[in-house]
Nanobody
């Protein structure tokens, strides 16, 4: 069955770094656009970064530009989020999402999330 399993979250001090990983299985990973989202307590889930199926295109939310980097390894069926210069406002549960669009439908899958806490 389809699985997306995030890992790498934890507690980090402001200014620190974390690298999140998302391991995918059960679908043809290389055909899916992958994204990282996050949801802070009491807030809506928001898009953080997206990477195209081949890894050739990326896009970032303004609030992480220059600090976060999304990447993928299609041979390992994994997507990553390198997070540098972390701020307390980056505290959230981080989710990965797989998306494939067809002519008349789309398929998307979500992971269960990994907690990132930025605090001194």
């Amino acid at each position: 069955q389809v699985q997306l399993v995030e890992s790498g979250g934890g507690l980090v001090q402001p200014g620190g770094s974390l690298r999140l990983s998302c391991a995918a299985s059960g679908f043809t990973f290389s055909r899916y656009t992958m994204s990282w989202y996050r949801q802070a307590p009491g807030k809506e889930r928001e898009l953080v970064a997206t990477i195209g199926s081949t890894g050739g295109s990326t896009a970032y939310a303004d609030f992480v530009k220059g600090r976060f980097t999304i990447s993928r390894d299609n041979a390992k069926n994994a997507v990553y989020l390198q997070m540098n210069s972390l701020k307390p406002e980056d505290t959230a549960i981080y989710y990965c999402k797989a998306l494939r669009r067809y002519s008349f439908k789309s398929e998307e899958y979500w992971g269960q999330g990994t907690q990132v806490t930025v605090s001194s």
